[in-house]
Protein backbone atom coordinates (compact mmCIF):
# COMPACT_ATOMS: atom_id res chain seq x y z
CA UNK A 1 0.00 0.00 0.00
CA UNK A 2 1.33 3.51 -1.00
CA UNK A 3 1.15 6.57 1.23
CA UNK A 4 -1.68 8.07 -0.92
CA UNK A 5 -3.41 5.13 -0.86
CA UNK A 6 -2.85 4.46 3.08
CA UNK A 7 -3.91 8.34 3.85
CA UNK A 8 -7.27 7.85 1.41
CA UNK A 9 -8.16 4.47 3.54
CA UNK A 10 -7.85 6.18 6.93
CA UNK A 11 -10.08 8.98 5.39
CA UNK A 12 -12.51 6.32 4.91
CA UNK A 13 -12.38 4.62 8.46
CA UNK A 14 -13.74 8.00 9.56
CA UNK A 15 -16.51 8.18 6.47
CA UNK A 16 -20.07 7.03 7.83
CA UNK A 17 -20.60 3.85 5.57
CA UNK A 18 -23.78 3.96 4.20
CA UNK A 19 -25.89 1.78 1.34
CA UNK A 20 -27.17 5.06 -0.27
CA UNK A 21 -27.87 8.62 -0.34
CA UNK A 22 -30.29 10.89 -1.60
CA UNK A 23 -29.17 14.57 -2.68
CA UNK A 24 -30.84 17.50 -3.31
CA UNK A 25 -29.29 20.45 -5.23
CA UNK A 26 -31.00 23.63 -5.22
CA UNK A 27 -30.66 27.16 -6.03
CA UNK A 28 -32.02 30.02 -8.52
CA UNK A 29 -33.02 29.21 -11.86
CA UNK A 30 -29.52 30.78 -13.09
CA UNK A 31 -27.05 29.30 -10.45
CA UNK A 32 -26.26 26.06 -12.59
CA UNK A 33 -28.36 23.12 -10.47
CA UNK A 34 -28.70 21.13 -13.55
CA UNK A 35 -24.95 21.72 -14.89
CA UNK A 36 -23.94 20.85 -11.05
CA UNK A 37 -26.28 17.69 -11.21
CA UNK A 38 -24.75 16.51 -14.07
CA UNK A 39 -21.36 16.50 -13.06
CA UNK A 40 -21.81 14.92 -10.02
CA UNK A 41 -24.00 12.44 -12.00
CA UNK A 42 -21.09 11.60 -13.77
CA UNK A 43 -18.74 11.18 -10.90
CA UNK A 44 -21.19 8.78 -9.24
CA UNK A 45 -21.65 6.92 -12.18
CA UNK A 46 -17.53 6.41 -12.44
CA UNK A 47 -17.20 5.51 -9.13
CA UNK A 48 -19.67 2.24 -9.70
CA UNK A 49 -22.60 3.49 -7.85
CA UNK A 50 -26.37 2.65 -9.47
CA UNK A 51 -28.08 5.90 -9.39
CA UNK A 52 -31.28 7.82 -11.07
CA UNK A 53 -31.92 11.38 -10.92
CA UNK A 54 -34.41 13.63 -11.32
CA UNK A 55 -34.00 17.45 -12.48
CA UNK A 56 -36.67 20.22 -11.51
CA UNK A 57 -37.08 22.81 -12.69
CA UNK A 58 -38.12 26.26 -11.73
CA UNK A 59 -42.44 26.58 -11.31
CA UNK A 60 -42.26 29.76 -13.55
CA UNK A 61 -40.61 31.02 -16.57
CA UNK A 62 -37.98 33.81 -15.84
CA UNK A 63 -39.57 34.08 -12.68
CA UNK A 64 -37.77 36.84 -10.45
CA UNK A 65 -34.38 36.04 -8.62
CA UNK A 66 -34.43 35.22 -5.03
CA UNK A 67 -38.15 33.84 -5.26
CA UNK A 68 -40.01 30.58 -4.62
CA UNK A 69 -40.88 30.28 -8.10
CA UNK A 70 -37.65 30.40 -9.51
CA UNK A 71 -36.29 27.55 -7.39
CA UNK A 72 -34.13 25.53 -9.95
CA UNK A 73 -33.16 21.61 -8.22
CA UNK A 74 -31.40 18.67 -9.01
CA UNK A 75 -32.03 15.23 -7.44
CA UNK A 76 -29.99 12.17 -7.38
CA UNK A 77 -30.71 8.55 -5.49
CA UNK A 78 -27.44 6.71 -5.56
CA UNK A 79 -25.50 3.78 -4.14
CA UNK A 80 -24.28 0.57 -3.39
CA UNK A 81 -27.64 -1.44 -4.23
CA UNK A 82 -30.14 -1.22 -7.34
CA UNK A 83 -31.45 1.85 -7.37
CA UNK A 84 -34.89 2.34 -8.99
CA UNK A 85 -36.15 5.96 -8.50
CA UNK A 86 -35.09 9.31 -7.86
CA UNK A 87 -36.06 9.00 -4.36
CA UNK A 88 -38.91 10.90 -2.05
CA UNK A 89 -36.88 12.57 1.44
CA UNK A 90 -33.37 13.10 0.81
CA UNK A 91 -30.52 12.70 3.16
CA UNK A 92 -28.82 16.00 1.80
CA UNK A 93 -29.43 19.58 0.94
CA UNK A 94 -27.59 22.51 -1.13
CA UNK A 95 -29.17 25.23 -0.51
CA UNK A 96 -28.21 28.25 -2.35
CA UNK A 97 -30.01 30.87 -1.13
CA UNK A 98 -33.17 31.24 1.53
CA UNK A 99 -35.83 30.10 -1.26
CA UNK A 100 -33.88 27.50 -1.97
CA UNK A 101 -33.77 26.26 1.46
CA UNK A 102 -37.64 27.23 2.56
CA UNK A 103 -38.68 25.13 -0.65
CA UNK A 104 -36.51 22.11 -0.25
CA UNK A 105 -36.59 21.80 3.55
CA UNK A 106 -39.79 19.98 4.17
CA UNK A 107 -38.17 16.61 1.90
CA UNK A 108 -35.06 16.59 4.05
CA UNK A 109 -34.99 13.65 6.41
CA UNK A 110 -34.68 14.58 10.00
CA UNK A 111 -30.93 14.79 10.86
CA UNK A 112 -30.55 15.40 7.18
CA UNK A 113 -27.29 17.23 6.33
CA UNK A 114 -27.73 21.10 4.69
CA UNK A 115 -24.92 22.85 2.89
CA UNK A 116 -26.63 26.71 2.90
CA UNK A 117 -25.21 29.39 1.34
CA UNK A 118 -25.71 32.17 4.17
CA UNK A 119 -24.63 35.01 1.47
CA UNK A 120 -28.24 35.96 0.68
CA UNK A 121 -30.10 35.42 4.28
CA UNK A 122 -30.68 39.38 4.81
CA UNK A 123 -33.59 41.20 5.54
CA UNK A 124 -34.35 41.75 1.39
CA UNK A 125 -33.77 38.49 0.35
CA UNK A 126 -35.87 37.42 3.20
CA UNK A 127 -38.90 38.96 2.26
CA UNK A 128 -38.16 37.69 -1.52
CA UNK A 129 -38.51 34.25 -0.09
CA UNK A 130 -41.42 34.95 1.69
CA UNK A 131 -39.59 34.46 4.69
CA UNK A 132 -40.67 36.19 7.60
CA UNK A 133 -37.92 35.17 9.96
CA UNK A 134 -34.44 34.07 9.47
CA UNK A 135 -34.35 29.91 9.06
CA UNK A 136 -30.55 29.87 10.04
CA UNK A 137 -31.40 31.92 13.71
CA UNK A 138 -35.33 31.11 14.44
CA UNK A 139 -34.36 27.18 15.62
CA UNK A 140 -36.21 26.11 11.99
CA UNK A 141 -33.00 24.14 11.73
CA UNK A 142 -32.71 22.75 14.73
CA UNK A 143 -32.20 18.37 14.38
CA UNK A 144 -30.44 18.93 11.67
CA UNK A 145 -26.35 18.78 10.53
CA UNK A 146 -26.07 22.25 9.00
CA UNK A 147 -22.82 24.00 7.95
CA UNK A 148 -23.55 27.38 6.87
CA UNK A 149 -20.64 28.84 4.74
CA UNK A 150 -20.51 32.47 2.87
CA UNK A 151 -20.65 30.09 -0.57
CA UNK A 152 -20.49 33.39 -3.17
CA UNK A 153 -17.92 35.22 -1.15
CA UNK A 154 -15.65 32.03 -1.06
CA UNK A 155 -16.13 31.97 -4.34
CA UNK A 156 -15.39 35.68 -5.04
CA UNK A 157 -12.12 34.83 -2.65
CA UNK A 158 -11.48 31.88 -5.00
CA UNK A 159 -11.50 33.36 -8.31
CA UNK A 160 -10.00 36.91 -7.61
CA UNK A 161 -7.13 37.62 -9.31
CA UNK A 162 -8.56 35.94 -12.29
CA UNK A 163 -9.98 38.56 -14.53
CA UNK A 164 -13.81 37.91 -14.02
CA UNK A 165 -16.43 40.42 -13.12
CA UNK A 166 -18.06 39.95 -10.13
CA UNK A 167 -21.16 39.06 -11.78
CA UNK A 168 -19.58 36.66 -13.58
CA UNK A 169 -17.14 35.49 -10.72
CA UNK A 170 -20.40 34.48 -8.95
CA UNK A 171 -21.62 32.19 -11.18
CA UNK A 172 -18.78 29.71 -10.09
CA UNK A 173 -20.31 28.93 -7.06
CA UNK A 174 -22.10 26.65 -8.18
CA UNK A 175 -18.62 24.44 -8.82
CA UNK A 176 -17.35 25.31 -5.43
CA UNK A 177 -20.83 24.15 -3.44
CA UNK A 178 -20.37 21.02 -5.94
CA UNK A 179 -16.45 20.64 -5.02
CA UNK A 180 -17.56 20.18 -0.76
CA UNK A 181 -20.16 17.60 -2.28
CA UNK A 182 -17.59 15.57 -4.13
CA UNK A 183 -15.37 16.03 -0.71
CA UNK A 184 -19.09 15.18 1.12
CA UNK A 185 -19.07 11.91 -1.12
CA UNK A 186 -15.28 11.13 -1.73
CA UNK A 187 -15.76 11.85 -5.11
CA UNK A 188 -13.00 12.56 -7.76
CA UNK A 189 -12.60 15.96 -9.70
CA UNK A 190 -10.61 14.79 -12.73
CA UNK A 191 -13.66 14.41 -14.70
CA UNK A 192 -15.05 17.58 -13.94
CA UNK A 193 -11.86 19.66 -14.42
CA UNK A 194 -11.70 18.02 -17.60
CA UNK A 195 -15.09 18.60 -18.88
CA UNK A 196 -14.81 22.35 -17.72
CA UNK A 197 -11.54 22.79 -20.12
CA UNK A 198 -13.77 21.03 -22.87
CA UNK A 199 -16.88 23.36 -22.24
CA UNK A 200 -15.18 26.28 -22.08
CA UNK A 201 -11.85 25.89 -24.56
CA UNK A 202 -12.02 28.96 -25.46
CA UNK A 203 -12.82 30.45 -22.90
CA UNK A 204 -9.92 29.52 -20.79
CA UNK A 205 -10.78 32.00 -17.99
CA UNK A 206 -13.87 30.46 -17.28
CA UNK A 207 -12.74 27.20 -17.06
CA UNK A 208 -9.96 28.19 -15.05
CA UNK A 209 -12.33 29.84 -12.85
CA UNK A 210 -14.76 27.27 -12.22
CA UNK A 211 -12.14 25.19 -11.90
CA UNK A 212 -10.41 27.03 -9.28
CA UNK A 213 -13.69 27.04 -7.59
CA UNK A 214 -13.92 23.56 -7.64
CA UNK A 215 -11.35 23.05 -6.27
CA UNK A 216 -11.07 25.52 -3.44
CA UNK A 217 -15.05 24.03 -2.25
CA UNK A 218 -13.20 20.30 -1.64
CA UNK A 219 -10.06 22.24 -0.43
CA UNK A 220 -12.54 24.04 2.52
CA UNK A 221 -14.12 20.77 3.01
CA UNK A 222 -11.16 18.83 3.84
CA UNK A 223 -9.83 21.57 6.58
CA UNK A 224 -12.52 23.50 7.71
CA UNK A 225 -13.93 23.20 11.49
CA UNK A 226 -17.48 24.08 10.43
CA UNK A 227 -18.28 20.29 9.80
CA UNK A 228 -16.61 19.45 13.07
CA UNK A 229 -17.20 15.68 14.19
CA UNK A 230 -19.02 15.51 10.44
CA UNK A 231 -16.26 13.61 8.64
CA UNK A 232 -18.92 12.83 5.34
CA UNK A 233 -19.81 9.41 3.64
CA UNK A 234 -18.56 6.16 1.89
CA UNK A 235 -20.18 4.11 -0.05
CA UNK A 236 -19.09 0.75 -1.59
CA UNK A 237 -19.45 0.34 -5.38
CA UNK A 238 -22.71 -1.29 -6.57
CA UNK A 239 -22.20 -5.06 -7.69
CA UNK A 240 -25.47 -5.67 -9.63
CA UNK A 241 -25.67 -8.32 -12.14
CA UNK A 242 -25.61 -7.91 -15.88
Same mark, same amino acid.
Given at each position: ?22 ? $????? *? +? &???? #? ?6 ? =? ?36 ? $????? *? +? &???? #? ?6 ? =? ?142
Amino acid at each position: MNIIEKQSSLQDAERERIESAVV $RLAGD *S +G &DGMQ #VTGGQFTL =ATALAGNDLATFPDYPAEIRAPTGTTFGVSSFQINFGS $RVIKT *S +G &DSFD #VLVAMNPA =ALKVELPGLKPGGVILVDTHDFDDRHLRKAGLEANPLEDGTLDGYRVIELDISQLTLDAVSGLGLGKKEALRCKNFWALGYVYWMFARDRELTIEWLKQKFGKLPGVAESNIAALNAGHALAETAEEHEGFHGFVLAKAEIAP
